[in-house]
């Protein structure tokens, strides 16, 4: 038997709130099978808030004492000898707590305020837009204005995520998405329509999220997340949200979070079923984590034909609902909102809905020692340096000042140096980066078979091409490279590009149209782009970014 030899603590409210109930419970008062009382009642009775109830309510399920009955309630069960004798000993912890509590000074709040560093404001509901959302009790107004979230994929999901936090606020959207609008997306994307066909994606849904919400600034990116869009873009987010429809992309994104150290809400649909699921850099599984062997194989095999790969995911298509992409895209924006306000959030667990039978649940995944994705970049040098106007021999150059003449550039993606066909035994030099060479370019002029590619992504200094420019071999403005030399990383952004690729400026001059009551703030999509008061310069020494 062990003896307890610290002395009885002050307990916190929730357990003397849960020491009463389990009193009421082992006294018969409350009876077993029987309801208890609602919750504003139990709260004005204890003197305790609802959150400080939810958690005594949560220990006494814990203890077997009470059991939860969806959308009905909380209820008294038959109590056993174990979760009696725990009923008792919360008894008991509750009453020595009380005493102990008595013999001091009345400093003790009887009632705390749900967030007390929430400071009192009164809304104007007639005048302000997001007054209602001053109520709820952790919103955290200049948080949410401030945020900066990244929307990747303007599908169905992508669609119902992108009007939910135009409408909640959310200050900065960028959206990403390569696809072009067309007939049959119109049935489940509540922000594009029939005039909209074949138009970019991102810019439709990025300009529809400035005339739902005028306030909110957005950007969008007409381009495949996997090969074109900078590092240090999701560096600069506040979370990321994917809504995508396949796996190499979400594995791209997973990958890319992990290496700035971002969260990201990831949510997929198919027809009454979905899922949302978040992962957080250190904290639980990641999504490569929940791939299973046979997955994770498919997805190699289908890179053992890099041309044949890309050509493939462009076909996959999932049926889906408008009515699933809304459960589905509402609970992947809440999600990001209580990313955004430093809510808890459950990273690494996965919450299936089941719209057949409308059953939900959650389970956590089991994270892998051996997952490939757990890497996190270490200290990020910001060069004045951009894609466009940077070689790889700039670069090199530059790494070699830090790791030495071993240095090497390790590319994300895969650089096409040359197609080989075996039957007429040419070689054509190509240069170019994968995503840029189709399935088709890949075949012989001559002989129209598929040639081999020869493939690299180390640039070691030895390279006949080393004069090219970093964007040429595919690198993103805004991006962040790698470079080694075989024991030592270290992680170069190309900051200079940051006012170009980062600035949430997309369709501004509406919201100033609509100050001036000129226009009806119609969304002229064929216009060109304007920046208003963005004056682009070229970066001199070390940039420095506000974050
Ligand atoms: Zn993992
Ligand atoms: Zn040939």
Redesign the pocket.
């Known amino acids: 038997m062990s003896i307890r030899i610290q002395p009885v603590h002050h307990k916190s409210l929730a357990e003397r709130a849960a020491g009463k109930l389990a009193a009421s419970i082992l006294d018969g008062s409350l009876a077993a099978g029987s309801q208890l009382p609602p919750e504003r009642e139990l709260m004005s009775q204890l003197m305790i808030s609802r959150s400080t109830l939810r958690e005594s309510l949560k220990t006494l399920e814990d203890n077997q004492l009470i059991e939860s009955r969806r959308g009905i309630g909380w209820f008294v069960r038959k109590l056993d000898d174990a979760s009696l004798a725990k009923g008792k000993e919360m008894v008991q912890d509750a009453d020595a707590s009380s005493r102990s509590a008595t013999r001091e000074p009345n400093t003790a709040p009887l009632r705390v305020p749900i967030a007390p560093e929430k400071p009192i404001h009164i809304p104007n509901l007639k005048t302000d837009r997001l007054g209602t959302f001053e109520f709820i009790s952790w919103w955290d107004r200049e948080k949410v204005q401030k945020a900066k979230v990244l929307v990747i994929g303007a599908g169905a999901l992508g669609n119902e995520v992108i009007k939910n936090l135009a409408l909640m606020g959310i200050g900065n959207l960028f959206i990403v998405d390569f696809d072009k609008v067309e007939a049959a997306n119109l049935s489940r994307s509540v922000l594009f329509r029939e005039a909209d066909n074949n138009r970019s994606k991102a810019e439709v849904a990025a300009a529809r999220a400035k005339s739902v919400n005028p306030d909110v600034h957005v950007q969008y990116m007409n381009g495949d997340v996997t090969t074109q869009l900078g590092l240090g873009i999701i560096r600069r987010m506040d979370v990321v949200i994917g809504c995508l429809d396949n796996r190499e992309a979400r594995l791209a994104v997973n990958r890319f979070c992990y290496w700035v150290n971002k969260t990201w809400v990831d949510g997929a649909i198919q027809e009454l079923l979905g899922l949302v699921r978040t992962f957080k850099p250190g904290e639980g599984?990641?999504?490569?984590?929940t791939l299973t062997e046979q997955a994770l194989r498919d997805l190699s095999m289908r890179y053992s034909c890099p041309l044949l790969a890309r050509q493939n995911i462009l076909l996959g298509k999932v049926p889906t609902t408008p009515t699933i992409a809304s459960i589905i895209g509402a609970m992947q924006s809440q999600e990001a909102l209580k990313v955004i306000n430093d809510m808890p959030i459950q990273p690494g667990k996965v919450t299936h809905f089941n719209g057949m039978v409308n059953e939900m649940h959650t389970t956590a995944y089991v994270?892998?020692e051996d997952?490939q994705?757990?890497w996190t970049y270490g200290e990020i040098t910001e060069l004045p340096a951009r894609a466009e106007h940077t070689t790889l021999a700039d670069l090199l150059r530059i790494a070699r000042a830090d790791l030495g003449p071993d240095a090497m550039i390790e590319l994300d993606q895969e650089l096409i140096t040359s197609l080989e066909c075996s039957n007429c035994n040419t070689k054509e030099e190509i240069l170019r980066p994968l995503s840029e060479v189709t399935f088709e370019d890949g075949h012989c002029p001559t002989c129209g078979i598929l040639r081999e590619s020869n493939l690299t992504h180390i640039i070691t200094g030895d390279e006949n091409f080393l004069h090219r420019t970093l964007a040429s071999v595919g690198v993103p403005s805004l991006h962040i490279l790698r470079a080694h030399n075989g024991l030592e990383y270290r992680f170069y952004e190309l900051t200079g590009d940051l006012q170009d690729a980062l600035h949430f400026r997309h369709f501004e001059r509406m919201k100033i149209n609509l100050i001036d009551g000129k226009t009806s703030g119609r969304v002229r999509l064929k216009e060109p782009v304007k920046l208003e008061g963005l004056h682009v310069h070229p970066a001199s020494g070390r940039v420095k970014f506000s974050s």
Request: glycine share 0%.
């Open positions: 599984a990641c999504y490569e984590c994270p892998r997952c994705s757990h």
